[in-house]
């Protein structure tokens, strides 16, 4: 092996090797595939240095074991030897203070012509920041966001949603006629800093950065209202009182802590998805088949892992595959990282 494939908000290849059971690559390659650099000080990224205090678990022979490294910044990480696949999760003090601080995290994502989006350079207006996917039903529900978001635009919203998908093409074809941003996260890095476990789900940003509603289920059209049980009418009302009165249906007390954080496992359940979907762009299919069958055995009732899966699989995310998963998970209770899409007595 003279190169391998290291995930972080991308996927990057550069050189490097297996030895024995360890994925290594050069310390002078470990910069432009992480942004961090390797100094007597500890591992460097501008102005931040983190100590490094096992340096043997992170430095072989001259190079850099990736295992090491994400353990040396306190980072999970899931390492494919046959495949030459490393991927490393990203820093858990983002998704805490998303999740306990409500500091929204900074997100740039591609659109599907492959141009950068920086969800930040809204700050001054509202943001809806709306997670979908082509395996889910609610693909069909972006002319609602889009009426919304023409409904709303003078009064200072702006909605930009992101699909949880492999392919742009094969979410194109639900954006016709769409010209609010509709962002591609390949490597679900959405689920992980703000605990998504299932689509739709919308998170409420003020202009100041601030998280006002944590993810919760948000449908912009009744479409599939028969299926879901949940009428589109209630979220969409709260969302122009928000917007156009500034009132917020949950207060920031009750709002921090309200979403529970990821797992352990369910933080490897993404890490082994990314790497099996890394896997199959690469033609790899037996790889691609381990990790993503991996990754539904850590989190068997998380859509954005499971049924994200089915389609890369070969299996048909709206067949009787998944209405066997649907009904396990409501015998299980429906788990979910997120806010259910219901209101108080002040719903319209």
């Known amino acids: 092996m003279t190169s391998v494939t290291v995930i972080t908000d991308e996927a990057q290849q550069t050189e490097g090797w297996r030895l024995g059971d360890r994925l290594v690559v050069p310390a002078a ?14 591992l460097c990224r501008g102005d931040v240095c983190v100590p490094v205090r096992d340096a043997a678990a992170l430095e072989v022979e001259g190079s850099i074991d990736l295992a090491g490294f994400a353990a040396a910044l306190g980072r999970r990480s899931v390492i494919d030897l046959d495949a030459g696949i490393a991927a490393i999760s990203a820093d858990a003090s983002v998704r805490h203070a998303a999740l306990e601080g409500l500091v929204a995290p900074e997100v740039t994502l591609p659109d599907l012509d492959g141009r950068a989006f920086t969800v930040s350079s809204l700050r001054g207006f509202k943001v809806l920041l709306v997670a979908f996917s082509s395996w889910c039903g609610c693909r069909y529900d972006l002319p609602g966001w889009q009426a919304l978001a023409d409904e709303l635009a003078d009064d200072g919203l702006r909605i930009v949603t992101v699909a949880l998908d492999d392919d742009p093409e094969v979410v194109r074809p639900f954006t016709e006629g769409i010209s609010i941003p509709v962002l591609l996260d390949r490597q679900h890095l959405l689920s992980e800093v703000f605990a998504v476990s299932n689509v739709p789900t919308a998170v409420w940003i003020d ?42 249906p949950i207060d920031p007390l009750s709002a921090a802590g309200a979403v529970a954080d990821l797992s352990d496992d369910e933080l490897d359940a993404r890490l082994h998805f990314r790497v099996g979907a890394e896997a199959r762009r690469q033609g790899d299919e037996v790889a691609a088949e381990r990790n993503l069958r991996r990754a539904g055995e850590l989190a068997p009732f998380d859509f954005s892992v499971r049924r994200a899966a089915m389609p890369l699989l070969g299996e048909d995310p709206f067949g009787q595959d998944f209405l066997d998963l649907f009904a396990q998970w409501q015998d299980q209770g429906a788990p979910y990282h997120g806010l259910p899409a219901t209101w108080d007595a002040a719903d319209d």
């Open 207 to 248: 202009e100041e950065g601030r998280i006002a509603r944590p993810n919760g289920l948000a449908f912009g059209t009744d479409t599939f209202a028969d299926f879901t049980g949940v009428d589109s009418a209630p979220t969409l009302a709260a969302i122009r009182r928000w917007v156009r009165q500034g009132e917020i």
């Open 29 to 42: 390659s470990l910069e432009a595939v992480t942004g961090w650099v390797r100094k007597p000080e500890g």
